[in-house]
């Protein structure tokens, strides 16, 4: 589900924190004290780090991990954390954690984004806090050294070429996976599910916390998810925001696929904008129905696969897959909407030159890619047949033209070198129930079908409230006055509802 938007990888780093070497080993120099498992675990040394457009009273503080949790003492990295201390000190009940999506999305940044809403819902109840997964923000990094061609997010994501040939994904996926082996060592291998849940606990006891509450979004959920599996009784209230199916044998690979029907399931949405009178006076009307956008879009997606178009950025055309990619981005968030239709109005018009994207114009860092990679291939054994994966994406661009057969492709974990150093956690329904989903009706990245079998995973443990809206992304995101009123009602107070409750648009 990678946050999520690739947009959430474009990282803004708390401004003093400063990404260690990935060769560094850095020995924790303050200790706090013994945790209840007899390990010692560091102190936190805070310093202010509010950025412009952020909450006031930020603050940051880096906090020490083993390398391998096999060896508590042996290399230690280094990740970036944050801090928003409860504005109202009488009214706080503990520490909520924000949990960010990705893999690649930086909690540091997730907190500077979202902490000052979340600090007026919250009125004082916890301290809030975030903290940066392995190789992201301001955390210890890795680099595969990738080359920049395999650095777009339409490499990066394997798009077919027209006609549905995979045999430029089979090489990218296999240069890609050489190169990470070749160039991430030790702290690429260690990017993992398992690793951050262990992290987030690490960072509770050096928050002194016997308990955390967390907002988990997105991949975020499935952290979240497995935290309350291995920790059930270090959870107090727990939201998980846009869960995909928790299946531990298709981890990530299951993510992906879904993405076919979800898009197909959002399209209306996107559809009925374009297709709006209101759009007419901007120019932004795509067609006079919305059941005209559909084969719109396809035929100027297939034109473009034929005869790319040049943009404003040299050296970079506008593909058939690249506006695809567009529109899979744009469903997250209706304010997305407009750009996408601009760009297929540009596609059409023979005097226009097309603007592409930040995100599909240039490629991502290194480090960024690499993380990106490394979690999925690192938490689940792929398949490795190439064969299976032609067979895959010639049924599913059949069925789902929109997405032209990637989420069924093949990716670098097919090639991964290092099998997975543990099992994916199954989530069941053991421990405590204190925990509430939120989920879109028409989520274009975790459909409500893969959210529906996490619901069903966690059982009593969870109650489900199920937003009509459509995009990524539900609490402090969408405004859906229910579906916040249940999140803020449930960490504010306690109260959760006695069943699954539906919230309309």
Not at 70 to 77: E, F, I, T
Not at 249 to 269: E, Y
Not at 379 to 397: K, T
Request: neutral net charge; charged residues 20%; hydrophobic residues 40%.
């Amino acid at each position: 589900m990678t946050t999520y938007s690739n947009r959430a990888l474009l990282l803004v780093l708390c401004a003093t924190a400063v990404a260690t070497s990935l060769t560094a080993a850095t020995a924790p120099t303050a200790r706090a004290a013994p945790a209840k498992s007899g390990t010692f675990v560091p102190a936190l040394t805070w310093r202010p780090c509010a950025l412009p457009g952020g909450p006031a009273g930020q603050e940051c503080a880096d906090l020490p991990v083993p390398l391998d949790y096999a060896d508590p003492a042996g290399p230690q990295l280094t990740l970036a954390v944050s801090r928003l201390r409860s504005d109202r000190p009488g009214a706080r009940r503990g520490t909520l954690i924000v949990i960010p999506g990705g893999p690649g999305g930086a909690g540091v940044q997730r907190l500077t984004q979202k902490g000052a809403a979340l600090q007026k819902e919250m009125a004082g109840a916890y301290d809030l806090v975030g903290l940066d997964p392995r190789g992201t923000g301001g955390s210890t990094r890795a680099n595969c050294g990738l080359d920049e061609d395999d650095r777009y997010m339409t490499s990066l994501r394997s798009w077919p070429e027209p006609g549905g040939d995979i045999t430029e994904n089979v090489a990218r996926s296999r240069r890609t996976a050489e190169a990470c082996a070749r160039n991430g060592g030790a702290v690429l291998r260690s990017f993992t599910t398992a690793n951050e849940v262990r992290d987030i606990d690490r960072f509770r006891q050096a928050l002194g916390e016997e308990k955390l509450s967390a907002w988990g979004v997105s991949y975020g959920t499935y952290v979240g998810a497995v935290y309350a599996q291995k920790y059930p009784q270090q959870t107090d209230r727990w939201v998980l925001d846009s869960s995909g199916d928790p299946d531990p044998t298709r981890v990530a690979r299951g993510w992906l696929a879904n993405m076919s029907q979800a898009a197909d399931d959002r399209f209306g949405d996107f559809a009925a904008w374009a297709s709006d009178p209101a759009r007419e006076a901007k120019g932004l009307r795509l067609a006079r129905r919305a059941e005209d956008v559909r084969p719109l879009f396809l035929s100027v997606a297939a034109e473009l696969d034929r005869e790319p178009k040049a943009t404003t950025t040299a050296a970079v055309a506008l593909t058939g897959n690249r506006l695809r990619q567009a529109l899979q981005s744009a469903l997250y968030s209706d304010a997305s909407f407009e750009q996408t239709v601009r760009l297929v109005l540009a596609a059409q018009d023979p005097a226009a030159t097309p603007v592409l994207p930040a995100d599909l114009a240039n490629p991502l860092p290194d480090q960024d890619a690499a993380v990106m990679v490394a979690v999925i291939c690192n938490d689940v054994r792929w398949p490795a047949s190439v064969s299976s994966y032609r067979r895959a994406v010639a049924a599913d661009r059949v069925r789902h033209p929109l997405t032209a057969g990637m989420p069924a492709d093949i990716t670098p974990c097919a090639f991964w070198k290092d099998a997975p150093a543990e099992k994916p956690t199954t989530i069941t329904s053991e421990g405590p129930s204190d925990i509430l989903m939120i989920q879109n009706l028409r989520d274009p990245a975790t459909p409500y079908f893969g959210a529906l079998k996490m619901r069903e995973a966690l059982g009593d443990r969870a109650r489900l409230v199920t937003v009509d809206h459509g995009g990524h992304g539900v609490y402090l995101g969408n405004g859906n006055v229910c579906g916040t009123g249940k999140v803020t009602e449930f960490l504010t107070t306690g109260a959760r509802p006695a069943e699954d409750v539906y919230c309309a648009d």
